[in-house]
Nanobody, 123 residues
Framework: VQLQASGGGLVQVGGSLRLSCTLS????????IGWFRHTSEKEREGVSA????????FTADSVKGRFTISRDMAKNTVYLQMNSLKPEDTAVYYC?????????????????WGQGTLVTVSS
């Protein structure tokens, strides 16, 4: 099972980006997908997660109202739409899969990780 994350880049404050996370070797029917972010100043932070049944189990308070998680079952891909970006959203973003399907905010629940994609929000 592998995850491929993409979509990061450089954007100005207030701009938008959409991150993609494509799962191979399994399907979203059996996996929760979480998005996490990490900077050198902060520990890894859970951003949002979507359980295998399609319910959004959590979204971090810091991004509520700005970030939206969704999925395309046909493409086996989960998206993180990020709007109204702020400098503090700058981080390496990772997606991860949890075969239990729950959709936790705890990174330890996720045994499968994709490579990170860098998001830089410039002021």
């Amino acid at each position: 099972v592998q995850l491929q994350a993409s979509g990061g880049g450089l954007v100005q404050v207030g701009g938008s980006l959409r991150l993609s996370c494509t799962l191979s070797g399994s399907t979203l029917d059996w996996n929760a997908i979480g998005w996490f972010r990490h900077t050198s100043e902060k520990e890894r932070e859970g951003v949002s997660a979507l359980s295998s049944d399609g319910r959004n189990h959590f979204t971090a308070d810091s991004v509520k109202g700005r970030f939206t998680i969704s999925r395309d079952m046909a493409k086996n891909t989960v998206y993180l739409q990020m709007n109204s970006l702020k400098p503090e959203d700058t981080a390496v973003y990772y997606c991860a899969a949890d075969p239990t399907g729950y959709g936790s905010s705890w990174s330890g629940q996720y045994p499968i990780w994709g490579q990170g994609t860098l998001v830089t929000v410039s002021s």
